[in-house]
């Protein structure tokens, strides 16, 4: 009885973890449909930011501004080599048997090291969702047998490159079956024991789907959107409006605009005569603008003062909200293009373009598998 009164009073109590601006951007889409479904009765959702993988500088307080959330906290969310202890479990010793049982070691003891770094008590919330569970949370949530929704780290990033099958190449059967049912590893993207399902895109894309997959189309999420919702994202996402439109409105005194998508590839090294090359390529065909990627480190505001160039920190797809704003064609490496409805056409050179820069191995990880 006491349990059921429990799961009652954390019915309608939802937090997300997220760990990228797309991921918070996602959660926005999301948490706007509930609203204009539910109303009042949607209650408000809590946001986790997880500092592992990008600082969000002044977007959580950006983000209460909108009054769409309740909380919004960090998570000083902790690598693997935070922990030494944690490095002889990683390396794994032996045959078949002994990797296993270091494999399990490793899964326990890196959920248990997690704890102190948790900033909020997970079982309070009736629905928790968690963006790349392949992150630490993953292996917390995991170990200390909290139930999560899972979703798509990136749009179509399981087309593009199925981390759990990649990971777990060779026996993958018999890991997913000690992950998913038994819970001794833990096997990410919607093999996990309290996985209780991971949301998608699009299942179509995928070469081999898990049965925990469903899907929602992030292109009906903003579909549906109405004008007080798009003003109530770039509220939490463009730190200077005024500054971006001003740009917008110069921008559109240009003629042909080739925009330049950047990815966080390679080494920096690499990386800047990939987008060197790139320029060169399409230079002839337009005025060259880049936005570079929220993760890429390299200091295009140096290295390639001479092109305007957009905010990092703002997703791409903000700019489909500028009616005023217009490209003849917009290029990426690898990063997935088809949310684009700013250009005329959208160019991905994909993986036989960066065979000329890194071994093939690295990125074609799916014909590994």
């Avoid at 002044?58 to 202890?85: A, C, H, I, Y």
């Avoid at 048997?97 to 009736?126: A, H, M, S, W």
């Avoid at 925990?212 to 919702?229: M, N, P």
């Amino acid at each position: 009885m006491k349990a059921k009164k429990r799961r009652k009073a954390l019915e309608g109590k939802r937090i997300y973890i997220c760990h990228t601006y797309y991921h918070v951007y996602v959660t926005f889409l999301k948490e706007l449909k509930r609203r204009r479904e539910q109303g009042a009765a949607a209650g408000k959702a809590d946001l986790v930011l997880s500092r592992m993988s990008n600082d969000f500088e002044e977007l959580g307080s950006r983000v209460e501004s909108t009054g769409l959330f309740g909380r919004v906290m960090e998570f000083d969310e902790k690598r693997e080599d935070f922990f030494p202890e944690l490095a002889g479990w990683r390396k794994g010793r032996g045959g078949f048997l002994g990797k296993l049982y270091c494999r399990i070691r490793f899964t326990k003891e890196y959920g248990r090291l997690q704890e102190p770094f948790v900033p909020v008590d997970f079982r309070e919330y009736g629905d928790v969702y968690v963006y790349c569970d392949s992150d630490p949370i993953g292996y917390y949530l995991n170990q200390n047998r909290i139930y999560y929704h899972a979703l798509e780290d990136g749009l179509n990033c399981l087309k593009n490159f199925d981390a759990a099958r990649y990971d777990n190449r060779g026996n993958f059967k018999l890991k997913a079956f000690l992950s998913m049912y038994l819970n001794l590893i833990f096997v990410q993207n919607g093999y996990g024991k309290y996985c209780l399902d991971m949301e998608v895109n699009d299942i179509s894309a995928i070469r081999y789907p898990c049965p925990r997959y469903i899907e929602q189309s992030r292109q009906e999420l903003v579909d549906e959107l109405e004008e007080g919702d798009k003003d109530l994202i770039l509220q939490a996402f463009i730190r200077d409006k005024a500054g971006l439109e001003r740009q917008i409105q110069e921008s559109g005194e240009v003629g042909d605009k080739i925009l330049i998508l950047t990815d966080p590839l390679c080494t920096l090294e690499v990386r800047e005569r990939i987008f060197r090359d790139i320029i060169r390529m399409f230079e002839p065909e337009g005025t060259i603008f880049i936005k570079p990627h929220p993760r890429d480190e390299l200091d295009y505001r140096s290295l390639f003062a001479e092109y305007p160039q957009f905010d990092a920190t703002v997703p791409m797809e903000m700019l489909n909200f500028f009616p005023g704003l217009r490209f003849k064609k917009a290029v990426a490496v690898l990063t997935e293009i088809k949310a684009i409805r700013f250009a005329d056409q959208v160019v991905r050179l994909g993986e036989d373009f960066m065979d000329a820069y890194e071994d093939p191995q690295i990125h074609r990880q799916n014909e590994q598998i």
